[in-house]
């Protein structure tokens, strides 16, 4: 069974970092495109990053760029959003979530997602 | 960029009702467009992408409509599952797109 388990949420005052991991099981990790996902009451659901299977494909959306970094760990089935310069509209439920393996833009399964809150 | 605007944004029904959830594009996306179902305190389910495409698992009593900016999602006989909050997502770029900002179904 599929296991998306996100962890490293928590509250940072506007400027700060918070590096948010999630640990994945149950599928080919290596084999999958992966995505960060938010979603806050102010924003809605807004896609944030996707990374490639082998982890030479990294885009994100407009909002973050230059702020966030993805990554990931094959070896140990684990994504990793590095979240710097973080913004009070930067608060969210951030989930990550699986691609459908046929289409890279749609999202298979998620975690139960971990809350950021950027607050002084 | 294109924005998702869903109509309307609270629906009430009854079990055993019809019911339509509109999602309109800004732009003509083609049938770029899915769905997803999302219950309180749980990550939101893809349900049928591709405008009409049910996804496998998904009961067959959700069905997707439409092309170009309009699209409807009709649930037929309304389950007690089915009380959640749908969210349209448009897919028409090269990266996921924008959601709509969600439709909650709620028990009459």
């Known amino acids: 069974e599929v296991s998306l388990v996100e962890s490293g949420g928590g509250v940072v005052q506007p400027g700060g970092s918070l590096r948010l991991s999630c640990a994945a099981s149950g599928f080919t990790f290596s084999d999958s495109t992966m995505h960060w996902v938010r979603q806050s009451p102010r924003r809605g659901l807004e896609w944030v990053s996707l990374?490639?299977?082998?982890?030479?494909?990294?885009f994100y959306s407009e909002s973050v760029r230059g702020r966030f970094v993805i990554s990931r760990d094959n070896a140990d089935n684990s994504l990793h959003l590095q979240m710097n310069s973080l913004r009070s509209e930067d608060s969210a439920f951030y989930y990550c979530?699986?691609?459908?393996?046929?289409?890279?833009?749609?999202?298979?399964?998620w975690g139960l997602g971990t809350v950021v809150t950027v607050s002084s | 960029d294109i924005q998702m605007t869903q109509s309307p944004s609270s629906l009430s029904a009854s079990v055993g009702d019809r019911v339509n959830i509109k999602c309109r594009a800004s732009q003509n996306i083609g049938a770029y467009l899915n769905w997803y179902s999302q219950k309180p305190g749980k990550a939101p389910n893809l349900l049928i992408f591709?405008?009409?495409t049910l996804r496998s698992g998904a009961p067959s009593r959700f069905s997707g409509s439409g092309s170009g900016t309009d699209f409807t999602l009709t649930i037929d006989n309304v389950q007690p599952e089915d009380f959640a909050t749908y969210f349209c997502?448009?897919?028409?770029?090269?990266?996921?797109?924008?959601f709509g900002g969600g439709t909650n179904l709620d028990m009459k």
């Open positions: 979530a699986s691609a459908v393996p046929m289409d890279y833009k749609l999202f298979d399964h």
């Open positions: 591709a405008a009409a």
């Open positions: 990374i490639s299977g082998d982890g030479s494909t990294t």
């Open positions: 997502q448009e897919t028409s770029a090269t990266l996921p797109g924008a």
